[in-house]
């Protein structure tokens, strides 16, 4: 029989930049008892994303990072948007690029993820923020 369970969680970011919440993720799914579905994470906000990255490397988040800062440089004057800070617009920016939703197979009561992979939230803001986001898993 069909099942489903949703849920919100909250990630503390540490600023800008990527911050892990695989294991969160994967506690939820198995806590859920529900063994093969599909798994949606949404993030609620417009000045952050979710990403599902390398996490063997921190390497490869900070070179993410680096590039993101050459694509979408800060600065007064740059965009009409500014009333929030310098970083707001290239935060709206930034998460228009990447993603709000993940849509994840889960099997054995386990997200599919591969050897290398980690589901990331990805903070645009400059300043530490608490994150909402949605969990959603249907299955059997």
Request: glycine share 8%; aromatic share 6%.
């Amino acid at each position: 029989m069909m099942r489903q369970r949703t849920d919100e969680i909250t990630v503390s970011s540490r600023g800008r930049g990527l911050t892990e919440i695989t294991t969160t993720i994967d506690n939820w799914v198995r806590e859920s008892a529900i063994g093969e579905g599909l798994l949606t994470v949404y993030i609620r906000h417009t000045s952050a994303s979710l990403t599902i990255q390398e996490n063997a490397d921190p390497d490869v988040l900070g070179d993410l990072e680096d590039f993101f800062a050459r694509l979408v440089p800060e600065g007064r004057g740059l965009y009409r948007h500014d009333a929030e800070g310098p970083d707001d617009m290239p935060a709206h920016i930034r998460a228009a690029l990447t993603q709000t939703h993940l849509a994840i197979p889960v099997r054995a009561g386990r997200p599919v993820l591969g050897t290398w992979q980690g589901i990331y939230l990805y903070e645009h803001r400059t300043r530490p923020h608490q994150r909402r986001i949605a969990l959603h898993l249907i299955g059997v």
